[in-house]
T-cell receptor, first 114, second 109 residues
Framework: IAGITQAPTSQILAAGRRMTLRCTQDMRHNAMYWYRQDLGLGLRLIHYSNTAGTTGKGEVPDGYSVSRANTDDFPLTLASAVPSQTSVYFC?????????????FGPGTRLTVL | GQNIDQPTEMTATEGAIVQINCTYQTSGFNGLFWYQQHAGEAPTFLSYNVLDGLEEKGRFSSFLSRSKGYSYLLLKELQMKDSASYLCAVMDSNYQLIWGAGTKLIIKP
């Protein structure tokens, strides 16, 4: 693999179900991010990790959790999905957090919660 | 609050020049980014400005005025493949990116 991969590509989920979106990068980047993108709104940061073992909250963290057990993987979990979490989710990474590095994005996961 | 404003949609003709504006109000400023996003795809990096002035990269240029809270992306010699959304983002005092909603650029032959 090269870059960032996300799985699944798309998913339809019943409200109340638990769901984990997977994200893996092979660039050995220290920083990783989860965004959601909704029509008419800019990308919004959900959670981030500046290095393996540490995570932080972004602008819209409620209802989501993340973990960073190693450098490559950064899964996003919805503990009990609600319809307002219907969105396109992008995982991204950068070499270092807190500097002007560009962020590289995965292809996205389109999630529909019914 | 933090706010990034850019036009929702613009139309231009193949071969022409188009300027996409972005104004921002954020808590702190650590640089401004422009990304391109084709429909159904991931955003990809175009440019970064942290100092006032113009940065040129091929057909694309980006300008920043920190005192005015203003940037623009200039696209020259437009090609049909430039049809996409262009996203303006500012890195705030927490080093998090605040994103505009994007400008959908439609190129007509």
């Amino acid at each position: 693999i090269a870059g960032i991969t996300q799985a699944p590509t798309s998913q339809i989920l019943a409200a109340g179900r638990r769901m984990t979106l997977r994200c893996t990068q092979d660039m050995r980047h220290n920083a990783m991010y989860w965004y959601r993108q909704d029509l008419g709104l800019g990308l919004r940061l959900i959670h981030y990790s500046n290095t393996a073992g540490t995570t932080g909250k972004g602008e819209v963290p409620d209802g989501y959790s993340v973990s960073r057990a190693n450098t490559d993987d950064f899964p996003l979990t919805l503990a009990s999905a609600v319809p307002s979490q219907t969105s396109v989710y992008f995982c991204a990474s950068s070499e270092v957090y807190g500097v002007s590095d560009e962020q590289f994005f995965g292809p996205g996961t389109r999630l529909t919660v019914l | 609050g933090q706010n990034i404003d850019q036009p929702t949609e613009m139309t231009a003709t193949e071969g022409a020049i188009v300027q996409i504006n972005c104004t921002y109000q954020t808590s702190g400023f650590n640089g401004l980014f422009w990304y391109q996003q084709h429909a159904g795809e991931a955003p990809t990096f175009l440019s970064y400005n942290v100092l006032d002035g113009l940065e040129e990269k091929g057909r694309f240029s980006s300008f920043l005025s920190r005192s005015k809270g203003y940037s623009y992306l200039l696209l020259k010699e437009l090609q049909m493949k430039d049809s996409a959304s262009y996203l303006c983002a500012v890195m705030d005092s927490n080093y998090q990116l605040i994103w505009g909603a994007g400008t959908k650029l439609i190129i007509k032959p």
